[in-house]
């Protein structure tokens, strides 16, 4: 797939002017670096974008409910207002910036980038969060992670479910001790 394919394609969905500015070309050569393997042909890849550019994601119940507790919700709001003081959303040190948010929440590693990619995507996997940050931008990323703690906050507050699927004892992400400095 290339760029200038990807383009016309976007302008006939409606999701780009013509001529194409460029700080969408740009955007546009992100999108390919994170999703050029993952989209086989240029419908996939307009279907991800729409994605991309939603103000809200959906997510699967069950992953709502790990997120069902304190130390997640402080946690995914820190994470909002390091977006909001950054003044671009590229090459930021995520892999060490998100863990450090965590260690402050007693968030484990592993759950915080989960919860974060989680919230901004309603999916367990994806490209790297290095990517997904600066095509879903600022604005975005802010509604996402609201929107999730006002479900989690305004839904049914942070008492989790007790059982999940076939009655199996269901736990949210749990909170750790910091790491040792």
């Known amino acids: 797939m290339i760029a200038g394919e990807l383009a016309g394609a976007m302008q006939r969905a409606g999701l780009l002017e013509d001529p194409v500015p460029p700080a969408a070309e ?3 050569a992100t999108f ?11 419908d996939e890849a307009v279907r991800e974008i729409e994605l991309l550019r939603a103000e809200a994601t959906m997510m699967p119940a069950l992953e709502l409910e790990r997120l069902r507790n304190r ?22 040190p995520l892999a060490s910036d998100i863990p ?5 929440f007693g968030v484990g590693h592993a759950d915080a980038l989960a919860s974060v990619r989680m919230a901004l995507t309603g999916r367990a996997e994806g490209p790297p969060l290095e990517l997904l940050f600066p095509l879903i931008g600022h604005e975005r990323i ?30 949210t992400i749990q909170p750790q001790k910091p790491p040792e400095a």
Do not use: K, N
């Open 26 to 28: 740009r955007w546009i």
């Open 32 to 42: 390919l670096e994170a999703f050029g393997t993952r989209c086989t042909t240029i």
């Open 71 to 92: 130390q997640v919700v402080f946690f995914l709001d820190a994470v909002s207002q390091y977006v909001d003081a950054q003044a671009e959303l590229r090459d930021l």
């Open 100 to 104: 450090a948010i965590a260690d402050e």
């Open 142 to 171: 802010m509604i996402r992670i609201g929107a999730v703690s006002s479900r989690l906050l305004h839904g049914r507050g942070l008492e989790p479910i007790a059982h999940g699927p076939g009655g199996v004892p269901f736990q």
